[in-house]
């Protein structure tokens, strides 16, 4: 056996093999930290909190410690008086009356932007689209300035006064938005899974029911919290077309904490804080399926 040739030195003028490229020292993976990022995050943080940390704790103090101390300090007595003092006030009732008005109006909204964006979807015929150039045009409408013909229209009909009155012009406020949302979500729904369903023998029904509403579910939980939002916190058709306590809707009941001279903050900011827990709750329900509508359907 013959032993190997020892190998021969680089000639000159020869390029060197490159070097593999030293690592650093540390855990690997690790990244330099984002200074300017995370004094930007605690700077929003501090406007975020901040005036959360009021709301919270001013619900805990007396009304004389509030203006005594002022908003930031910590009550000294903390007391349940304010939670107490909402609720015999009425502001259960006028949640009540909320809850009602936004079921319907999620209902009413959901059901017929639903459809409508099916029908533009699917048809390409000219109803379908003057239908739908009509939805977008209620976009640059405002209800400020068709308040008055909405007064009109619901004292024609014998509505004042009622939750009827809100229910009816908050949904068609909201349906343009809604069915602009469905009918992009839709949109992304492929031909192909309209073919497989055709192909199995199912209708134009049975393809909504079992095809475009399980597809089109993030569309419908942001068409549903968009409308729920719009009825939670709407003003203008609360303040024109109720008038009586018993149909007073959350925006309207908060006026009974302020008096002729004086406001009672802490009471009024209880309120608050229990007239925001449902609306809480169904964001928090639903948020996944809201960023996925947002993002486009499956969250594409």
Do not use: H
Request: net charge positive; charged share 15%.
């Amino acid at each position: 056996m013959t032993a190997s040739a020892p190998a021969r030195p680089a000639a000159r003028g020869a390029a060197a093999p490159p070097r593999p490229p030293r690592r650093r020292a540390g855990r690997p993976g690790r990244r330099r930290p984002n200074v300017l990022a995370g004094a930007g995050a605690f700077a929003w943080l501090a406007v975020i909190g901040v005036p959360l940390y009021v709301l919270l704790v001013a619900t805990f103090q007396r009304s004389e410690d509030y203006t005594a101390a002022g908003p930031l300090a910590l009550p000294a007595d903390p007391t349940l008086d304010n939670y107490a003092r909402a609720i015999d006030n009425g502001i259960l009732v006028f949640v009540a009356n909320t809850l009602a008005v936004t079921a319907a109006v999620v209902a009413i909204v959901c059901i017929l932007s639903a459809t409508t964006a099916f029908a533009v979807v699917r048809s390409r015929g000219r109803w379908t689209t003057g239908v739908f150039r009509a939805f977008l045009l209620g976009l640059a409408i405002p209800a400020q300035a068709v308040v008055i013909p909405v007064y009109l229209i619901i004292v024609q009909l014998g509505l004042y006064d009622s939750l009827v009155a809100i229910v009816l012009p908050t949904a068609a406020f909201a349906l343009p938005v809604c069915v602009l949302i469905l009918t992009g979500s839709m949109r992304d729904i492929s031909d192909e899974l309209y073919e497989a369903m055709a192909l199995d023998g199912a209708g134009s029904v049975r393809t909504f029911l079992r095809l475009v509403l399980p597809m089109s579910r993030p569309g419908l939980a942001t068409a549903a919290v968009y409308s729920a939002l719009q009825a939670w916190n709407g003003f203008l058709f609360p303040l024109v077309l109720t008038q009586s306590r018993d149909s007073r809707l959350i925006t309207m009941g908060l006026f009974e904490f302020q008096g002729e001279y004086r406001v009672d903050v802490p009471g009024l900011l209880a309120a608050v804080v229990l007239s925001a827990v449902p609306i809480l709750i169904a964001y928090l329900l639903a948020r996944r399926s809201l960023v996925n509508g947002l993002m486009g359907v499956g969250g594409k």
